[in-house]
Nanobody, 119 residues
Framework: QVQLVESGGGLVQSGGSLRLSCAAS????????MVWYRQAPGKQRELVAA???????NYADSVKGRFSISFDNAKNTGYLQMNSLKPEDTAAYYC?????????????WGQGTQVTVSS
């Protein structure tokens, strides 16, 4: 069984920072990529940031220059450092990992963590 557990969400004032974590556990062979998504009430889920096993990253235009994604291979944990937060960043944030478990490649989702940015 593979689990992804997010943490680090909370309430922060506009301009503040938060760091989200996504810890993968279980029978993991390798993690090919990790992606952070977010979903605000009444809106579609959107990609925020992604990182591949080689280290390449990709960001939504709305967070470029403010958010930074990283991954610690030793801990099987991904991070999303969020700086200069804005009220429009308020959403539930989910991590998604494409990984190999028991020789099968599939995607796993975390349960989500709420980020609320007050103006």
């Amino acid at each position: 069984q593979v689990q992804l557990v997010e943490s680090g969400g909370g309430l922060v004032q506009s301009g503040g920072s938060l760091r989200l974590s996504c810890a993968a556990s279980g029978s993991i062979g390798s993690i090919n990529s990790m992606v952070w998504y977010r979903q605000a009430p009444g809106k579609q889920r959107e990609l925020v940031a992604a990182i591949a096993s080689g280290g390449s990253t990709n960001y939504a235009d709305s967070v470029k220059g403010r958010f930074s994604i990283s991954f610690d291979n030793a801990k099987n944990t991904g991070y999303l450092q969020m700086n200069s937060l804005k009220p429009e960043d308020t959403a539930a944030y989910y991590c998604n990992a494409n990984l190999i478990s028991n020789a099968y490649l599939r995607a796993y989702w975390g349960q989500g963590t709420q980020v609320t940015v007050s103006s």
